[in-house]
């Protein structure tokens, strides 16, 4: 019996400490969110304006040409890229196997033609055990997202897409919908479709109605915004996978934690129990010494 209730007692005392790890791991998880959150709408007004003064040029300029443009249609085979944003260690319910489930099936068969470029050791790790090959890592952009790192990797996927070495470029991601929802997502990063940038702008009721004078020409401002527009994008979607993994880190804690408090409730009953029916037993073996006596 008592041997019992040391193995009780012990078995209470451990999962205490993994709910106390459980629920700091809520609150930094918590807080890392936000904070990621207040630094990308910090520089939100910058980007926007970025892609509102990009959708004023084509508005009024119908021949105004990019290379980021360019769809290559006649091209067959066509080269694709794919920046993968994982975490780097596990702990967040299915956040990492549902964008790489999502990946996988975009690929297909294209498997020879598909460039992959990966945030995060938990996708690389994926990737390589599947055979694939990892053309960049980005490790250290999964914990800290900055505008300095999306600058770094546009810079990488502009080089590759100038040099004609990828046609298409696609970032999946995961968005957080709501704190109970997440939602892997695939998005074309290039060639920029016009059509969608032009939408986009009108949707948020932004586009400028007045002609501005570009100087020194529309042409070369546009070269110069669309690698800005890119990095917002990039830098985005960073902030946006890493407050969803986040969220699921947070939620997985929570869990946790509650799956910890039902057994503690379960192990307090049993080992109650126990010191009840030890007690009861001490009891009685004084009763019958005592009657032994007499």
């Known amino acids: 019996m008592a041997n019992n209730m040391r193995e009780i007692k012990s078995r209470i005392k451990s999962i205490n400490q993994m709910r106390q790890i459980t ?7 918590a807080s890392k969110l936000k904070k990621a959150r207040t630094q990308l709408e910090e520089t939100l007004p910058y980007f926007n304006k970025v892609r509102e003064t990009i959708a004023d040029i084509l508005a009024h300029s119908a ?10 249609k006649e091209k067959e085979g066509k080269k694709k890229a794919y920046i993968v944003m ?23 068969d294209n498997k020879e033609n598909a460039l992959l470029l990966v945030a995060g050791t938990t996708g690389r790790s ?40 990828v046609d298409e470029v696609y970032i999946a991601y ?37 002609k501005f004078k570009y100087e020194p020409s529309e042409q070369e401002v546009l070269d110069v915004l669309i690698p800005k527009y890119i990095k917002g994008i990039m830098y985005g979607t ?3 996978a890493f407050t969803s993994e986040q969220n699921a880190r947070m939620t997985a804690m929570d869990n946790a934690t509650k799956n910890a408090d039902e ?14 029916a030890a ?8 009763i019958g010494g005592a009657s032994a006596l007499k």
Do not use: C, W
């Open 23 to 29: 629920k700091a791991m809520k609150l930094i998880s």
């Open 63 to 72: 021949e105004v040409e990019s290379r980021f443009f360019d769809i290559r």
């Open 86 to 108: 994982t975490g780097d260690k596990g702990l967040a319910g299915g956040y990492n196997s549902n964008i790489l489930k999502l990946t996988e099936r975009e690929i297909g």
């Open 126 to 165: 994926y990737f390589t055990r599947k055979g694939y090959h990892v053309h960049t890592e980005f490790d250290y952009a999964v914990q800290n997202p900055t505008v300095f790192r999306a600058r770094e990797i546009t810079e990488i996927i502009l080089d590759l897409y100038n040099k004609q070495e």
């Open 174 to 210: 995961t968005q957080m919908i709501s704190a109970i929802s997440l939602e892997p997502r695939l998005l074309k990063l290039l060639p920029i479709e016009i059509s969608a940038l032009r939408e986009d702008v009108k949707a948020d009721e932004i586009v400028l109605d007045q």
């Open 238 to 240: 960073f902030v946006e």
């Open 263 to 276: 057994m503690l409730q379960k192990l307090n009953l049993y080992y109650n129990r126990a010191r009840q």
């Open 279 to 286: 007690i009861t037993q001490e009891i009685s073996e004084i």
